[in-house]
């Protein structure tokens, strides 16, 4: 079969091809309690185009998923989202989404394989459902920082209030962001290198 004249790809894009310079590569996952902006983040910072595996909500998660607070969302992530991006010409991470639904945690034993740290996304019109995810990590001993996703409407707490709700030691960072937009998404994860960096340090200092 002659292909010369075919429409299918030759093969990657070129913006997505992984730069020649690329030493280093670092696995950040990034997780939340459902519809707190996950996909967004990946999506809006990811210099390749994300891989995700979104499906429309059924009626079969009625009484199984709690939307409160996000009646209107009608896709759901049910396995990850997956992106790149590229800190400086050296360093490069891969950024994994990982579900919200309680029911599809069963995943993220597979997700947090190898990862070197994660961002924590927060709404704080539905902060309870992060208390799970945060244990999680705690549990795992997965260094995180916590990235504040900004809702209209949402209630704007002080960071120590928040703090303080979440049970978090002085040293985890804790910022506002918004998930929709590249250079908010991408200062989050320049938070959480720089955090890892400062615990690494710290832990050879002792």
């Known amino acids: ?27 950040v996952v990034i997780v939340g309690g459902f519809g707190v902006g996950k996909t967004t983040m990946v999506g809006a910072v990811s210099e390749i185009k ?6 429309t909500m059924t009626k079969a998660g009625i009484g199984v998923d709690d939307t409160r607070g996000v009646a209107r969302k009608t896709t759901t992530t049910v396995a990850m989202d997956f992106g790149r991006i590229s800190i400086n010409e050296e360093l490069v991470l891969y950024l994994f989404g990982t579900p919200g639904q309680e029911r599809f945690w069963f995943l993220w ?13 927060l709404d704080t019109r539905r902060l309870e459902i992060s208390f799970d995810v945060i244990g999680r990590l705690e549990e795992r001993g997965v260094p995180f920082v916590v ?16 703090r303080a709700a979440l049970d978090l030691p002085a040293a985890v960072p804790i910022l506002v962001c918004d998930a929709r937009r590249r250079d908010s998404s991408r200062d989050v994860l320049l938070t959480l290198m720089r955090y890892l960096y400062s615990q690494a340090a710290t832990q050879e200092a002792m």
Request: proline share 11%.
């Open 1 to 27: 079969m002659d292909f010369r004249n075919s429409d299918a790809p030759a093969g990657p894009r070129e913006a997505d091809i992984l730069p020649q310079t690329a030493a280093a590569a670092v696995k």
């Open 50 to 55: 994300p891989l995700t595996t979104e499906e």
């Open 109 to 121: 034993r597979g997700l947090f394989e190898g990862a070197l740290g994660a961002v924590v996304l």
């Open 147 to 162: 990235a504040v996703n900004s809702f209209p409407g949402a209630p704007d707490h002080p960071v120590e209030e928040l």
